[in-house]
């Protein structure tokens, strides 16, 4: 096993939805909201890490976003990443999955040799499961979506459980594949206190100042960035102008709590507690 790249993201905290979350033309207000590491994507690093692990590999992390993604980037080499990238450049702005997937896969091309490459079945802020197999259509991979378990690996194969649409599915592969990966696959790893102590100060290079740069760099704490013009993408493709998707209309739905009735424990009110739930759930002919 070579490399292992891991696409992560950088995600909105859909658990703390205000009214204000949303914009008039229907994309995400992130500014609103705090941001975080997209829980699935979580579950692939850790599965990268698991096979370094076992196997010896070179695991690479990417995410595209703007610059203040650099936390989730961090967050990874606290937990044992060995390289990150930083995809940044706002003419990736507004991109929908197939913008995002060809910036990706450019990307991944650009590594090179690369045997692996996992993700989150989905991002929180979207729910469209659609990045990771999308990418491995433009790079060429074998995919297997929705892996729930990872049972065997081997520098030739790797087995795994996923979850089919009926039932448990185990299917066996070759390299180089993508595999989208749940969180019944495992339980990530706490960030290590070495690590977080060795790269706590990374960061973009131009948050250092001269006099820090050099010492920077040579402590490995400068994050790489990579612009359109760095990765050589086609402009028309990438973010909004690559973006088919649009949004008509949107709708905010603020959820409300119904009536409350209290009910004692005395049988007469256990009696009347049965009456109500027969009549609003059973059908009286």
Known sequence: MKKI?????Q??????????AMKSDGTVN????????NPEDLNALEMALSI?????????????????AVEILKHSLYMGADRIMLITDRKFAAADTLATSYV???TIKRIGNVDLVLAGRQAIDGDTAQVGPQVADKIAFNQITYVSA???????????????????????TGYPVLLTVTT???THRYPNCRKMLQFFRADLKDNFNETDRLLAAENGWIIPTYTLEDLELDEDRCGLKGSPTRVHKIKSIMLKGGDLKMYGTDATDIKHLVRDIMKDY????
Do not use: H, S
């Open 11 to 20: 995600v909105p905290d859909t658990a703390n939805v205000t009214v204000d």
């Open 184 to 186: 019944e696959a495992n």
């Open 52 to 68: 370094k692990d076992k196997l010896g590999a070179d695991v690479i992390v990417i995410t595209m976003g703007p610059p203040k």
């Open 104 to 106: 990706l896969a450019e």
């Open 150 to 172: 990872l049972k065997e690996i081997t520098d030739d194969y790797l087995v795994v459980e996923r979850d089919g649409d009926v039932q448990t599915e185990v299917m066996k």
């Open 5 to 9: 790249v891991v696409l992560a993201k």
């Open 282 to 285: 059973v059908e009286v002919n």
């Open 30 to 37: 992130r500014a609103a909201l705090p941001a975080i590491f």
